[in-house]
């Protein structure tokens, strides 16, 4: 009997601290997350303003298609065109779109520099000839940037991925 309490000692003292090393979150994870959820909301809402405050103010904007902006201003320019209810020739609409997160992946590269990659798929979008795009899938490549307490995207890249079988 009295072997069985000094094992249930043993073991119980020894996954204790384990047990307590595994359940803060880190506090950069948890902020880069709220960054990818309000891209998301934002985008979903056509909130141009709000997109565009997810970057920092010499933020760079690249497209799949290779268009490039540069600074939070014309990010957000940029983007009242897209979200847009108006259809504006050779331009992708955006307007009736959803777009959904499949998987986010961070990597803290220092304490104040993260690469996220986050997988995406879009419903609702319109082509830029004006066809209905259909689902699209793709991944976008971010450097975050810590600016005191608050994560901002600094380097956007995005990519779609072909249509599989």
């Known amino acids: 009997m ?3 309490r000094i094992v249930l000692t043993l ?9 307590a090393q595994t359940t803060a979150p880190d506090p950069n994870r948890v902020a880069l997350q709220a960054l990818v959820n309000t891209f998301i909301t934002t985008t979903n809402a056509k ?4 997109f565009s405050a997810c970057f920092t103010e010499d933020g760079e904007f690249t497209n799949p298609v290779g268009t490039f902006v540069k600074g939070r201003t014309a990010i957000e320019a940029f983007h009242a ?14 307007y009736h779109a959803r777009l959904t997160v499949l998987n986010t992946s961070i990597r803290m590269v220092t304490s104040d520099v993260a690469a996220v990659d ?3 798929q ?13 689902t699209r899938t793709g991944i976008l490549s971010w450097v975050a940037v ?10 956007w890249h995005n990519m779609e991925l072909p249509k599989g079988p």
């Open 118 to 120: 986050v997988r995406w």
């Open 146 to 155: 810590r600016d005191h307490d608050t994560w901002l995207i600094e380097i």
């Open 11 to 19: 073991l119980l003292g020894c996954s204790l601290p384990l047990l």
């Open 81 to 94: 065109r897209l979200f847009s209810p108006t259809r504006f020739p050779n331009t992708p609409s955006f």
């Open 47 to 50: 909130d141009a303003k709000g």
């Open 122 to 134: 879009q419903e609702g979008a319109i082509a830029p000839d004006g066809s209905p795009w259909g």
């Open 2 to 4: 009295m072997n069985r």
